[in-house]
């Protein structure tokens, strides 16, 4: 599928001058941040890759420096044909993407990368340990270089951070406070795309990116009907395709021309779209600690978990008995309250003496109805206990999906994406059947304690996906690792539910190109979406490489959009403009203004830490008053010491941190 690559020489000898990116890993992560930098950021690139083909993907027929290879001649054609080399090209003059092969960033791989006079080095091996390791060799090597490490732990990359950046402070002790403030920066993966992945399950929900202690949410509006307005929020951050809304549309892709979304108009462009729907900031709210994916059992043993309905409903039929024996003593004996329900509990459980002969008849019967009321309580003991014992027993196994279950989402894949994707879709409240092949994947234990329905099994055998009530989803997420396996459960289950909401992980665009044409073709009344982990993830991990504070990405049908923190001082599109100078159709827009004197500003904008399923007292909340102004005049004068929020697209965020202007092709 992607023809003949020529061979690139390994040029060992050529060491690279400084201030370049060094990127190192064993994926397909490692490949597009390369890309993203070269031909988003126009920066000098050295590419570490394993040998031979990749670990995770042994099917592949081309090895990891084939297929970067074919990677970059892809987008250098694809530059060549949106462009003329030199007229806005931000590649112009900056030599291709050097590649080391190496099985591991040892301190001599580092210091035949450069290491050693990067500005960035960048350690995205799927390995957590494997990232540390490098980590620290570079940090040794280059106390200033500007790190940025992908670990799944989220705990564990805060205090690796905080460990890094004390070595960095040690080194050198005159370091610039600001440049170690971006010295490490430890981003996630599977954290940075699980919010959009997980929106795709459900039409129209909402993108949130936390700032301060703030929650930023953009939320997908409908076009709105004959003779409404549409509502533009606080502002209009895009415009979707106008295909959105057709299910056998081209979903925005790059081919789409003059159909596909458009980031950041203006407001002329807005009011003149019709038929269109639009991504708006809708609101700004305080951010307490990340509530609790609600789980679908509870956390202990509540009576309606532990004892059927069956088994509550006869122990009520027993109290009931109880309470009318004792009544029916008090009337016809004349017994207090208390002394009749003592008598009555005696006769029920068999430990009261007969009634004398001298008795009255109403006591004698009365007796006689307890016993027989204590001779059911024996087999109800037994079968609680039993049920009680049954249950406990069942709590650490998985559970399976209830009868009659419908409206729910199936997840394919409970690797490091479908566990985030999980704890996010429970957070929405949104009920979920998983469905894993390996019973020691990484989310089956998560699925476990939030008492997930689970279904062990490979999707694309008869029955599994069946076990899963596949028949009555409301959308199926196929987010394993490998393209051919995503789309073969996917078409699995078009074949049992043809109107399903489907959205599947690929990772090349060509071979998503042809599933959409293909599904499209075969189902034209369903919705197909694709996501790649690594297209949404890439911007952020660029942009911490380029030192600036990413505090999160969102999709745009399959566009990215960033939001960033900057500050003015050094951005010629920014200093002494207004708040409207600035604003740059297609490019960006400063959404907010950080009002916060800069003996109190906090470093991190994105500080409140994500919360831990497995942990809750991992969720953070900051107690101090956020400084950001969200509702800036058009007339402000952005100023050099002025921090702001921006949304950018990933070429407009190029040119702000390369200051200079560069024609924009979002």
């Known amino acids: 599928m992607l023809g003949f690559v020529p061979p690139l020489p390994q040029q060992p000898q050529r060491a690279p001058r400084a201030g370049h990116m060094v990127v190192c ?24 890759l394993p040998p031979g083909r990749e670990a995770t ?12 290879a074919a990677l970059f001649g892809r987008m250098s054609a694809a530059m060549s044909r949106n462009g003329t080399p030199g007229e806005g090209d931000t590649n112009a003059g900056v030599e291709s993407v050097r590649i080391i092969e190496a099985p591991e960033s040892s301190d001599d791989v580092l210091e035949e990368a ?39 732990n989220r705990k564990l990359g805060q205090h690796l951070e905080t460990l890094l950046d004390q070595a960095a402070a040690l080194a050198d002790p005159g370091i610039d406070p600001a440049v170690l403030d971006a010295s490490t920066t430890v981003l996630s993966d599977a954290d940075t795309a699980a919010p959009a992945l997980a929106a795709t399950a459900v039409t129209g929900s909402s993108k949130v990116i936390q700032a301060e202690g703030l929650l930023l949410r953009a939320a997908e509006r409908p076009p709105p009907g004959r003779g409404e307005l549409a509502d533009p929020g606080l502002c209009t951050l895009a415009l979707l395709s106008s295909t959105s809304r057709d299910p056998a549309g081209s979903e925005g892709s790059d081919s789409s021309g003059a159909e596909g979304p458009l980031l950041l108009p203006d407001r002329a462009t807005v009011e003149a779209a019709t038929g269109r729907g639009t991504v708006v900031l809708e609101a700004v709210s305080k951010a307490g600690p990340e509530r609790e994916a609600r789980r679908m059992g509870g956390r202990g043993a509540p009576l309606g978990r532990v004892f059927s309905r069956r088994l509550r409903w006869s122990a009520a039929g027993v109290l009931a008995a109880v309470v009318a024996l004792a009544v029916a003593s008090v009337l016809t004996n004349g017994d207090s309250p208390l002394h009749a329900t ?47 014992f049954g249950t406990l027993r069942g709590a650490s196994a998985l ?38 092949e390996d019973p020691e ?179 953070g909340i900051t107690d101090r008053a956020s400084g950001l102004v969200w509702d800036l005049h058009p007339g402000y004068v952005l100023r050099r010491g002025d921090r702001v929020v921006v949304a950018a697209t990933r070429r407009g965020l190029a040119e702000l941190l390369r200051g200079r202007e560069v024609p924009v092709r979002s």
């Open 441 to 619: 994947a990484r989310g089956v234990p998560l699925a476990r304690v939030l008492r997930v329905p689970t279904v062990i099994g490979d999707a694309t055998q008869e029955g599994v996906l069946e076990s899963a009530k596949i028949h009555r989803a409301r959308a199926f997420l196929a987010l394993t690792s490998v393209d051919t396996t995503n789309l073969e459960a996917t078409l699995y289950a078009r074949s049992v539910a043809p109107d399903l909401h489907v959205a599947l992980r690929l990772y090349d665009d060509e071979f998503a190109t042809a599933v959409y044409r293909t599904l499209r073709t075969a189902h034209p009344g369903a919705v197909t979406r694709s996501r790649s982990v690594t297209h949404l993830a890439a911007p952020a991990f660029a942009g911490a490489m380029m030192g600036r504070q990413i505090l999160g990405a969102i999709p745009v049908e399959r566009k990215v959009m960033v939001f960033a923190a900057l500050v003015v001082a050094g951005h010629p599109q920014l200093e002494g403009r207004t708040v409207e100078q600035a604003f740059r159709a297609g490019a960006w827009r400063v959404l907010a203004l950080d009002a916060t004197p800069l003996a109190d500003r906090v470093p991190d904008l994105a500080a409140a830490p994500p919360f831990d399923p497995l942990d809750p007292a991992s969720a």
């Open 25 to 48: 890993g064993d994926d397909a992560l490692a490949r597009r941040l390369a890309v993203e930098l070269r031909y988003v950021y126009g920066e000098r690139v050295t590419l570490v």
């Open 114 to 152: 450069g290491a050693v006079r990067a500005a960035a080095l960048a350690l995205v091996y799927d390995d957590d340990e494997t990232n540390i390791r490098a980590a620290l060799t570079a940090r040794r090597l280059n106390p200033r270089l500007r790190l940025v490490i992908r670990l799944y």
């Open 57 to 68: 993907r042994p099917d592949l027929p081309l090895t990891q420096r084939a297929r970067a």
């Open 342 to 388: 003592y008598l009555t509990l005696l006769d029920l459980l068999a430990m009261g003496d007969p009634a004398p002969d001298d008795a009255p008849m109403s006591r004698q019967v009365i007796q006689l109805l307890s016993g027989t009321a204590g001779l059911l309580l024996l087999p109800l003991l037994v079968a609680a206990v039993l049920e009680a």
């Open 399 to 436: 559970r399976r999906p209830p009868r009659g279950l419908s409206g729910h989402v199936v997840l394919l894949g409970l690797g490091k994406i479908g566990t985030r994707v999980l704890v996010r879709l429970r957070e929405m409240n949104i009920p979920v059947v998983a469905v894993e």
